[in-house]
Every structure is written in C-alpha cells, then in structure tokens.
C-alpha cells in the first residue's frame, strides 16, 4: 500500500558506481533527495554529473550500490520483476530524441503503452482521443513521425508517456533538440500536464531558462555529487508569447 503522505521520489544516501572497466566510476555519490507529490523538480548538472544515472534509478532501470530510491514510498529494490514492472506503468519517460515509432501514426504510437496492457478497443479509442486533444494534435491524428516537425513529435511522445495516467513523468532532456520558442510551448503543455492531472514531473535540462520557467526547485549536480537544490523562484504574471513576441523579447533582451 501506498503512504498517503510519501513523496513522489526519495533518495536515502544512494551511491551507484560502475565496475569492469580500468577503474570502477562512481555516477552517483550518496545522494539524498526528495521530489515531493505533484512537483516538478529541475535536475541541472554537466555532461558526466550523473543525471542520467539519476532518472534510470527513478524509472527502477538500475539500483544503487548502496541506499535507497523510494518511489511512492516503495523500494524499487525489493521488488520481483512483476511487481516492478507494475509499477513502471505509473511513470511517464519523454527523451529527447522522442523515441517514437516511425511506422505507426500518431494514434497508435499514443496507443501503444495501452495495447501493451491490453486495453479493450473502445477504451483505448476514448483515451487516445482524450490525449490529442489535451496535447493539441487533433488534425495530425494519421500522420507518421517522419511528417511531424520537432515539437509536434515531443507532444506525441507527451501524449503517450501520459496514455497509462502515470503519477510520475520522467524528462530527460526534452526540449533540446527544439528552438526555443517550441521549448516554450513544450514547457507551457508539462505545467498544463501538472496542473492537470496532478503528475509530478523530473526535468532533467541543461538549459537553466526551462527550470525557471516550470521547475519548483533544481538539484545541481557535479561529478555524480548532489551540490545544491535550490527553490525556483516562480515566474508570476508570464504568458505563452506569440512567436513574433518571443523572438522580438529575445533581440531587444
Ligand atoms: N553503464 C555504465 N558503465 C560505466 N560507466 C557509466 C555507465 N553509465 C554511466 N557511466 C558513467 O557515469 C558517469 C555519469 O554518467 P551519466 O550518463 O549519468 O551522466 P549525465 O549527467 O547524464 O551526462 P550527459 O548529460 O552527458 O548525458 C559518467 O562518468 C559515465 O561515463
């Protein structure tokens, strides 16, 4: 049973390190930290700072050498392959390089995570129906990947990371290889996907301008060490800009 009041995600001293090379590399060094229901939380760091290490942990993909990862109060290590992969159907994972499939439309690869549990035709028809319209892609239901621009995908892959109603989605990178004001409108649909359904979300980003616009606050990374997290400050009174808007906002910054 689940802890009414367990977070989202809990670090207890966690330590991953990785052997079989020349030397062992330590990706994470005891590392505590808290996401609480319903936030989003940044995690910022370098290239090699163990943000990656970080979110397979969340997602129960990898275990740490030593400590805990409690997710929902549970702890992913003491769990069969079953019960783990009950789990992982409660959390969302959005890449960044969108990771859809190219030969199915963007109905079915929203319904994929559905058909995968058996959803029955009709449900999974409603819940498909339902995404599109929450993420905006209802003209481009029959399309393929390949006829999609790069936002559009993302939203796609929003969609269904959503399509199971995870509590958790688990971002790693998701707006990097967009501009920026498609970044902006990916942002603007995970504070909707927040204030929505209540999902708490992990933003892994290097771009520090995404934390500040969604995140509640940001662990900081360096060398698999936890430096700081710190509280964002939130961005009260800021709209989604028209294109024209944000560019003329960017140039006369
Ligand atoms: N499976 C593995 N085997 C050996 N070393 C690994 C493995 N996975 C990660 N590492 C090492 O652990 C450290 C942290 O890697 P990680 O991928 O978590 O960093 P990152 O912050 O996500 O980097 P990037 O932003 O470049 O993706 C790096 O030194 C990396 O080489």
């Known amino acids: 049973m689940i ?112 058909r995968l549990q058996r959803g029955r035709g009709a449900e999974v028809s409603r819940r498909v129906a339902e995404l599109v319209d929450f993420v905006g892609l209802g003209p481009r239901l029959d399309h393929y990947p390949a006829q999609l621009s790069g936002g559009e995908k993302q939203r796609v892959a929003i969609a269904r990371a959503l399509a199971t109603h995870p509590t958790m989605l688990l971002c790693d990178e998701p707006t990097s290889a967009l501009d920026t004001h498609t970044t902006g409108e990916i942002l603007t649909l995970l504070g909707a996907t927040r204030a929505e359904f209540g999902t708490s979300i992990v933003l892994v980003t290097h771009e520090l301008d995404a934390v500040k616009r969604i995140c509640d606050s940001a662990a900081i990374f360096e060398a698999g060490e936890l430096r700081d997290i710190i509280a964002v400050e939130a961005q009260t009174g800021s709209r989604e800009l028209s294109y024209v808007e944000h560019v003329r906002a960017e140039l006369q910054r």
């Open 3 to 114: 802890p009414p009041t367990a977070p989202a995600v809990e670090f207890v001293r966690v330590t991953r390190t990785f052997e079989g090379g020349d030397q062992p590399v330590t990706a994470l060094s005891d590392v505590s930290l808290t996401v609480p229901r319903g936030a989003v939380f940044g995690v910022v760091g370098e290239s090699g700072a163990g943000k990656s290490t970080l979110l397979r942990m969340m997602n129960g993909l990898d275990h740490p050498t030593s400590g805990r990862v409690l997710f929902d109060g549970i702890d992913l290590s003491t769990l069969t392959k079953r019960e783990l992969n009950a789990v992982r159907h409660r959390i969302g994972v959005v890449f960044q390089s969108f990771n859809l499939v190219g030969n199915l439309t963007v109905r079915d690869n929203i319904a994929l995570p559905l």
